[in-house]
């Protein structure tokens, strides 16, 4: 049962423009989301977070938007640059500082 | 500051044996969460320990423990390893208070099973 799921797999963008990476989940008991940036044989970087109580979440280059009705949050990075290529997870807890739940992760490619 | 160190970052076992990972967490950070990384599972919880006491704990077999200290360093133990307990290995620390919020992840233990 993926209560945290990241359905496009991949993404290629090119520089400059924006990338949209979207997330869903089930379980309506989750109210902190994250998103990570994880590079091979790396561990995930912390990118930015939102709390139920907002929709949307900005730091610098990066904003996170959250439809809880919809059970879906989505990570706008603009604009793109090539150092952000990597695998981007969102993740979930029910309580913050408790354990995280991931999605499969999204690969995003920056092309120069 | 100092990051959260994993040691060793690669391991190579036989299948049967057992083995421990050490994690120390970012100073002051008093929760330690453990998660392992496979490419058909992704990024799994395996278990949290504050305070020296397990506070979660995901659903892995038992053959996978683990225990803190007192300074809050961490270690996880896996009994009796399978071929599939192959995969990437990442300690987590958190101040662990309720307001606090993200976890700062150590670059790994890459564990082979063979």
């Known amino acids: 049962d993926q209560q945290v799921k990241q359905n496009s797999p991949s993404l290629s963008v090119q520089e400059g423009r924006i990338s949209i990476l979207n997330c869903d989940y089930t379980n309506s008991m989750f109210d902190y989301f994250l998103w990570y940036k994880k590079y091979p044989a790396e561990g995930p970087t912390f990118l930015i977070s939102?709390?139920?109580?907002?929709d949307k979440n900005e730091d610098g280059r990066f904003t996170v938007f959250l439809n809880k009705s919809a059970k879906h949050l989505s990570l706008h990075i603009v604009p793109s640059q090539p150092g952000d290529s990597a695998v981007y997870f969102c993740?979930?807890?029910?309580?913050?500082?408790?354990?995280?739940?991931f999605g499969g992760g999204t690969r995003v490619l920056v092309k120069p | 500051k100092a990051g959260v160190t994993q040691t060793p970052r690669y391991l190579i076992k036989t299948r049967g044996q057992q083995v421990t990972l050490s994690c120390s967490p970012i100073?002051?950070?008093?929760?330690v969460s453990w998660y392992q990384q496979t490419p058909g599972q992704g990024l799994q919880f395996l278990f949290e320990?504050?305070?020296?006491?397990?506070?979660n704990k995901g659903n892995f077999p038992g053959r996978f423990s683990g225990r803190q200290f007192s300074n809050s360093r961490s270690e996880m133990n896996v009994s009796t390893l399978e071929l599939g307990d192959s995969a990437l290995y990442l300690c987590a620390s958190n101040q662990g208070t309720v307001a606090n919020y993200g976890y700062t992840f150590g670059s790994g233990t890459r564990l082979t099973v063979v």
């Open positions: 100073s002051g950070h008093r929760s």
């Open positions: 939102i709390s139920s109580i907002k």
């Open positions: 993740a979930a807890s029910e309580a913050a500082g408790n354990k995280l739940t």
């Open positions: 320990y504050f305070s020296e006491t397990q506070r």
